[in-house]
């Protein structure tokens, strides 16, 4: 099983990005999926999170400004983000739980500039 990151990259405070992570099987039995950022420094932290019905949680800071999405067709997820402030740069993760185990994908970094 292998995840695939894209749609990091430099935006300046109060821009959007969309990250998308693509599996190589489909995603439909999976539990749930995730998005996950590690800053410079600091331990790897979740961001969002959804699961098979389609529910989302968010952690408090992006709450409002990201909005986490998945395409079942596309065994892909993705992590819209809008208002981005330089407190999120960082890189991000996908991460898909499984019934059969646990996957993550190499990271994309975000930088956003102020």
């Known amino acids: 099983v292998q995840l695939q990151a894209s749609g990091g990259g430099l935006v300046q405070t109060g821009g959007s990005l969309r990250l998308s992570c693509t599996a190589s099987?489909?995603?439909?039995?999976?539990?749930?999926m995730a998005w996950y950022r590690q800053a410079p420094g600091k331990q790897r932290d979740l961001v969002a999170t959804i699961i098979t019905d389609g529910s989302a949680y968010y952690v408090d800071s992006v709450r409002g400004r990201f909005t986490i999405s998945r395409d079942n067709a596309k065994n892909t997820v993705y992590l819209q983000m809008n208002s981005l402030k330089p407190a999120d740069t960082a890189v991000y993760y996908c991460?898909?739980?499984?019934?059969?185990?646990?996957?993550w994908g190499q990271g994309t970094q975000v930088t956003v500039s102020s």
């Open positions: 099987v489909s995603i439909v039995s999976a539990n749930s």
């Open positions: 991460k898909a739980n499984w019934p059969h185990g646990v996957y």
